[in-house]
């Protein structure tokens, strides 16, 4: 067998402290950067890791790129998926593909800097369940996205009845009791940053500076930034609709009172009714508020709909290995449903 390898058995899953997801679409420019300083992180700290790439549907070879690198300290799993699911659904994957007593969630782009990795196991290692990092300053973003971003947190923390903490990302670590707790949450509008948060467990939370993206551009457009925000307080919270019936009331009461007036005039003051501006001005908001109600209505059906199919959150291409193993398999010295990892 090769010197290289060792065969694990079942005990697979028992065999690794730390898994690194790093979730990816088209990053190709950022890997090399992203594997050397997970690697050297990795090397200091000298416990069993493995790094799962979940790669999201790329086309630029990213994934490739990875398996063509044998040269990690840790044990590289790159779980393609069949098309681009979008970064929920990918965590997702790499959630339920972890083996670790542990599993952090870093960004590829080297935005979460893999340097505090020893730093939230020493947390995890005093016993709490989830390290959070949260953002102290966000660098390399424009101040329109630093803004809305600020302002998201807080109208989701507004509107939600779970406290979802301000200013943290997907950064963070869990212990393996949280992951299976996550695992229990089948819905499939996926806003993990709510998930997180509804698992709870005990919880520290470390500042940290946000680094500028090493390389490459933002898989998020306004539009789809808009998405997610839309996502995260719908699916966390019921008060849109609350707020739709305030606005009907008071909808209602205005226009109440503002025919009330008119037929005060009327009488007291023998007015001439001449309605045409107010009429359509009251109808034009009137029929406003009402497309605004079956709008947000809408979104809720609409959600209740996409659960009620029951799609999985994504389906997975393979689930590829190391080339060693690869070469192993080949020369017919492992099984493909095996498991292996490098000796170091
Ligand atoms: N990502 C992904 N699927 C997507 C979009 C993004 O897996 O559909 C990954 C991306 O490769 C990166 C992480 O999610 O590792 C964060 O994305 P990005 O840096 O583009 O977002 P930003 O940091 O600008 O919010
Ligand atoms: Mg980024």
Redesign the pocket.
């Known amino acids: 067998m090769n010197a290289n390898l060792k065969l694990l058995s079942e005990s697979y899953s028992e065999r690794f402290v730390l898994s690194v997801i ?4 088209n ?1 190709h420019e950022v890997l090399p950067q992203c594997l050397e300083r997970l690697d050297a992180v990795i090397k200091e700290l000298n416990i069993t890791t493995e790094l799962i790439f ?1 790669d ?1 549907g790329s086309d630029d070879g990213s994934a490739e790129y990875l398996l063509a690198q044998a040269s990690s300290s840790a044990c590289i799993r790159i779980v393609r998926l069949s098309r ?1 699911f ?2 929920e659904s ?1 965590l997702t994957a790499g959630l339920d593909h972890a083996n670790g007593a542990a599993v952090i969630i870093l ?3 080297l ?1 979460d800097p893999p340097e505090l990795i020893p730093e939230m196991i020493k947390q995890w290692q005093s016993g709490v369940d989830v390290v959070l990092m949260q953002r102290r300053s966000r660098a390399g973003e424009s101040w329109l996205k630093r803004n809305t971003a600020h302002l998201f947190y807080r109208l989701l923390q507004r509107t939600s009845n779970l406290k979802i903490p301000v200013d943290v990302g997907d950064f963070r670590l869990m212990s393996r009791r949280a992951v299976d707790a996550l695992k229990l949450l089948p819905e499939r509008n996926r806003f993990m940053k709510g998930l997180f948060a509804w698992v709870g467990m005990p919880t520290v939370v470390l500042k940290y500076d946000r680094e500028p ?1 090493a390389a490459g551009t ?3 457009g306004y539009l789809s930034l808009m998405q997610l925000a839309l996502e995260g307080i719908m699916s966390f919270s019921t008060s849109p609709l609350r707020w739709v019936m305030l606005l009907g009331v008071l909808a209602a009461f205005f226009g109440g009172s503002f025919g009330l007036l008119i037929i005060i005039k009327a009488i007291v003051f023998g007015d001439a009714v001449h309605g045409y501006p107010s009429l359509i001005a009251v109808i034009t908001f009137l029929g406003g508020v009402q497309l605004l109600s079956i709008g947000i209505v809408g979104e809720y059906v609409g959600k209740t709909y996409i659960e009620s199919k029951q799609r999985p959150n994504y389906l997975v291409r393979d689930v590829t290995k190391i080339p060693e193993v690869r070469k192993a398999e080949a020369s017919g010295i492992a099984k493909t449903e095996a498991f292996y990892v490098k000796a170091s």
Do not use: Y
């Open positions: 790093v979730p990816m679409f990053e979940v999201d681009n979008g970064k990918a960004d590829a782009d935005q993206r933002t898989k998020w």
